[in-house]
């Protein structure tokens, strides 16, 4: 683990996804930005905490009132070279899911690695 500003390359993006993929916009407007911004050539790492990590659950459809899922979007992240995806621990225990059973390969990490991201990273946004 790395918690050195120095390694940290100029430009990287933390996005982080704090709601789940119905009831709100923010997940939808967070994987949005993701995706601009690796369009123009930031390094982008998403990072799913509390609600957001309910995004990853596989077979999901759109919400309630015909809110558009999030599943095609998520599945775009790699024609977008979006490929670090993590999630929080104590979320995924929470909702008794399991890392291998969500929709993306992502890494599960602990509190004290949450607590170095935001300095690895020269750009944070929370959605």
């Given at each position: 683990?790395?918690?050195?500003?120095?390694?940290?390359?100029?430009?990287?993006?933390?996005?982080?996804?704090?709601?789940?993929?119905?009831?709100?916009?923010?997940?939808?407007?967070?994987?949005?930005?993701?995706?601009?911004?690796?369009?123009?050539?930031?390094?982008?790492?998403?990072?799913?905490?509390?609600?957001?990590?309910?995004?990853?659950?596989?077979?999901?459809?759109?919400?309630?009132?015909?809110?558009?899922?999030?599943?095609?979007?998520?599945?775009?992240?790699?024609?977008?070279?979006?490929?670090?995806?993590?999630?929080?621990?104590?979320?995924?225990a929470r909702f008794g899911l399991?890392?291998?059973?969500?929709?993306?390969?992502?890494?599960?990490?602990?509190?004290?690695?949450?607590?170095?991201?935001?300095?690895?990273?020269?750009?944070?946004?929370?959605?």
């Open positions: 683990m790395v918690n050195d500003k120095a390694q940290c390359i100029e430009g990287d993006l933390l996005v982080i996804l704090r709601h789940g993929p119905h009831g709100s916009s923010w997940l939808r407007e967070g994987l949005d930005a993701a995706l601009v911004a690796a369009a123009f050539g930031r390094r982008v790492t998403l990072l799913f905490m509390g609600e957001g990590v309910t995004a990853l659950v596989p077979g999901q459809n759109s919400g309630p009132l015909g809110q558009k899922g999030t599943a095609p979007t998520l599945e775009m992240l790699e024609m977008y070279d979006i490929n670090t995806l993590l999630v929080e621990a104590a979320a995924l399991r890392g291998d059973g969500l929709m993306l390969p992502a890494r599960a990490v602990g509190s004290l690695e949450l607590s170095m991201l935001a300095s690895r990273h020269a750009l944070v946004l929370t959605f």
